[in-house]
């Protein structure tokens, strides 16, 4: 299905790491006729290493900036869903920027969930580690999930649309983004 010009070029999907971003982005970018791209594939390739060792060989800041550059990247980019990494747009600059280049959708997920979601992938994410680069687990695990989620929430809730999905399927996930991009479009056609 093709949209009309008055839908949005780029949308963005931010949300914490394992909300379902690369779940659904290729789901959503299929119905609206969009390329699906997902923004930490993208700084793999450009980067010529996996996050874990940009993360090891420069820390955080230097994943932080690759990642900065490829998020303006996308502004050259026409009919695309763009999944954000969990930290993408928890920054003042690159949310203002996403917000201006496209619509943005934050997949609200509970720590809960995001933890029962996270255990078996803690091992391959260098923030579900401890000092000594170990995963988390269990309570462990959760505590760190709340806190970070607690300290993204602010830039998480900015986006033009919040969309919960706990206890919602892939398939109503991606119903209730379309529902949200809808709206946004009849809206937008009404006050021409």
Not at 9 to 32: Q, V
Request: some cysteine; overall charge positive.
């Amino acid at each position: 299905m093709q949209w009309q010009a008055a839908f949005p070029t780029r949308i963005y999907l931010t949300g914490f790491m394992g909300c379902g971003k690369s779940t659904i982005g290729p789901l959503l970018a299929r119905r609206l006729g969009y390329t699906f791209l997902d923004l930490d594939a993208l700084i793999v390739r450009q980067a010529g290493r996996s996050i874990p060792e940009i993360f090891a060989e420069g820390g955080e800041a230097a994943f932080r900036a690759l990642e900065r550059d490829a998020l303006r990247r996308t502004a050259a980019m026409e009919a695309y869903v763009i999944a954000t990494g969990g930290g993408a747009l928890v920054s003042d600059d690159n949310l203002a920027w996403a917000l201006r280049n496209g619509r943005v959708v934050y997949l609200q997920v509970s720590a809960d969930e995001l933890a029962r979601r996270l255990a078996p992938e803690a091992a391959g994410r260098p923030l579900l580690q401890d000092r000594h680069r170990r995963p988390l687990q269990g309570a462990a695990l959760r505590r760190r999930i709340a806190a970070m989620l607690a300290r993204r929430e602010p830039w998480y809730r900015r986006a033009h649309h919040v969309v919960a999905t706990d206890g919602l399927s892939v398939e109503e996930t991606v119903e209730a983004v379309l529902h949200a991009l809808r709206t946004y479009r009849e809206s937008r056609n009404e006050r021409r």
